[in-house]
């Protein structure tokens, strides 16, 4: 209606027009390959190391603490669950970690990710009602991925329910017994990578070089894409994004979930989605019980990296980690949002804990601290 | 339904829509109201549509925050002038239906018009005013610096006019209790206009001196 830079001082609409946004899916499926194609070469520089340097680098995640402490440690330094879980894809892939090893590091990823919208959740401290809704907002993600993990942790590591019905899963689209698992894509991805490996054995000699080169780059793929596809989708997908939060205001359930995933798939970034909630909370515009829906649906969309990261990988035990992913995500939904008593218990722990957090703040510092560095080095000092 | 994906525009075009809207209540509730205070209409049979029309603007109000928080938390830093605009003004135009709605409480209260000169010369107001509403949101939709300007112009000797009248009839020792209303109902207008005034000067005015716009701007150096 106003023209950009009439009396509403706005900058150009930021729903791109057609053109800009054919160019943006182009960038962005360029983007998807030479994220795939980061995941293929992590997983080959890896590989290329040798077992010795592999099973001292990952001595110790056998033991579920361990492998819990370093998918939340790996996950907050990297900010960022997409780059944890494809890197644990990728491991797996490459043979570097079982399956049954790293289901407590995507686990821990889980909870990792939720940093991001606890430190968000700060930016309101010096206004207390404010920030006893935003630190409840951000607060409620922590302590249903907590929880998820309390429940299904354990029951993993007893009976391994998740990788099983995972391995039944991949026995679907590929053959989950002989290993294999052959994506549209895979192709065109070990074509790219070849190029890449080929690169870095003529640039480097000796082959443990060259395999460091490739992990290296690979890592830096994997980083680098996500972030740049995070930063293109968020700019694509800026006006559905506030068209389905919205429409979210003021409604509770399925939808929330819906929106939460689709969010989430559009950016890659579950940070982001639930970060975006957390102005909005602490404003009391969306009410904790309308985003916490919400913040499920992240928990599932954000499974899709690693489902995508596992189209890279030519072993099927890619996609089985993948899945587990994914079901650990459905189950922790499933245990917790039907049933409205066990609905409301991560609500009422942060609630709690944003009373405790305002009364006082230095509580804030405490719990950022110890439940996101401290308490993962510990376990991982203590069983390393 | 994913028609939320298809759909073109952002939270900003809904606000503008809502704030069209606002203005066009806000005409409605002024029109009651004066037909009520000058136009020879029984009030009990404007309140209640006036009664709903104004909450309608309060409603408003509200959804236009909500869609700016929305806004201003999905695109960050590139329209928060934009935002903080918006929150003011639909402030404004919140308070035009809040005035108007003053005034029908004096004709609810008083129950006879005044006479004379005094009507008539409230009558004429309401008759410029009236379309003044409508016209405030024409002009910030199309963006009319030059017909803002004319607004703006127009909107002070209106509002010069009602504070002489204030003057005069403070001044005046008769009929004690009409001329209170009458004077209460110039200070209305006269707050009905400054809000108008306040919203067609987003048109012309930088963000920080909105609601200030008589006041000199300041030098570059």
């Not at chain 1, 968020?234 to 979930?257: C, F, K, Q, Y």
């Not at chain 2, 069209?20 to 009030?43: C, I, K, T």
Request: charged letters at 20%.
């Amino acid at each position: 209606m106003t023209t950009a830079g009439g009396p509403t001082g706005r900058a150009p609409s930021p729903e791109v027009s057609g053109v800009i946004r054919a160019v943006r899916v182009g960038l962005l499926l360029v983007l998807l390959y030479a994220f795939l194609v980061g995941v293929d070469l992590l997983g080959t520089g890896i590989a290329g190391l040798g077992e010795e340097f592999t099973d001292r680098l990952f001595r110790g995640v056998g033991n579920p603490l361990a492998g819990l402490a370093v998918g939340i440690l790996a996950t907050v330094l990297a900010q960022s669950s997409s780059v944890t879980t494809a890197t644990i894809v990728g491991l797996v892939g490459a043979g570097v970690l079982s399956v049954h090893d790293a289901v407590p590091m995507i686990m821990g990823a889980n909870i990792g990710t939720t940093v991001t919208n606890t430190l968000a959740s700060v930016g309101s401290i010096r206004r207390p009602e404010e920030f006893r809704r935003a630190f409840a907002g951000a607060t409620m993600h922590d302590f249903f991925n907590v929880a998820s993990v309390v429940i299904l942790l354990p029951i993993e590591v007893v009976t391994g329910v998740l990788a099983r019905l995972a391995v039944e899963l991949s026995d679907l689209v590929g053959d989950a017994s002989g290993g294999e698992f052959n994506s549209p894509v895979q192709e065109g991805v070990q074509a790219g990578a070849g190029v890449v490996e080929s690169a870095a054995a003529a640039l480097v000699g000796p082959p443990r070089v060259a395999a460091a080169l490739l992990l290296a780059t690979g890592l830096g793929l994997l980083f680098g894409t996500l972030v740049a596809i995070t930063k293109n989708m968020r700019v694509v997908m800026a006006g559905p994004a506030e068209r389905s939060l919205n429409a979210v205001l003021g409604r509770s359930g399925v939808l929330g979930i819906l929106v939460g995933a689709l969010l989430t798939v559009s950016v890659q970034s579950s940070s982001i989605s639930t970060s975006l909630l957390i102005p909005m909370i602490a404003a009391g515009v969306l009410r904790l019980e309308n985003a916490y829906p919400v913040t499920l649906g992240a928990n599932l969309g954000t499974t899709i990296t690693a489902l995508l990261a596992a189209l890279a990988i030519p072993q099927i035990a890619g996609l089985q980690i993948a899945l587990v992913h994914l079901l650990f995500n459905l189950t922790g939904i499933l245990i917790f949002y039907p049933i409205p008593l066990l609905r409301r218990l991560p609500l009422r722990a942060s609630r709690k804990m944003a009373d405790l957090a305002v009364a006082r703040r230095t509580m804030v510092l405490v719990y950022v601290i110890l439940l996101f560095l401290v308490l993962p080095l510990g376990v991982i000092v203590i069983v390393r | 339904m994913f028609k939320w994906l298809r759909a073109g525009g952002t939270g900003l075009d809904e606000v503008e829509e809502t704030f069209a809207d606002m203005l066009s209540d806000d005409r409605h509730v002024f029109d009651l109201a004066m037909s009520a205070r000058v136009g020879g209409a029984e009030p009990a049979t404007v309140a209640e549509a006036l009664n709903r029309t104004e909450e309608r603007t309060d409603e408003a109000e509200r959804r236009i925050r909500r869609l700016v928080l929305v806004h201003a938390s999905v695109h960050g830093a590139s329209d928060i002038p934009a935002c903080l605009m918006y929150m003011s003004i639909a402030k404004d135009a919140e308070r035009i239906a809040d005035l108007s709605k003053n005034l029908f409480g004096i004709a609810d209260t008083v129950g006879v018009a005044p006479d004379g000169e005094a009507r008539d010369d409230l009558v004429r107001l309401r008759d410029k005013i009236s379309p003044m509403i409508s016209e405030a949101a024409r002009l910030f939709v199309d963006d009319d610096r030059a017909a803002a300007e004319a607004f703006i112009e127009t909107a002070r000797d209106l509002q010069e006019h009602c504070h002489r009248q204030i003057d005069t009839l403070l001044r005046d020792q008769d009929e004690v209790p009409q001329a209170a209303a009458t004077v209460l109902t110039y200070r209305h207008l006269s707050r009905i206009v400054a809000n108008l005034l306040n919203i067609v000067s987003a048109v012309v005015m930088p963000l920080d001196r909105l609601d200030y716009p008589g006041e000199d701007e300041p030098s570059e150096d």
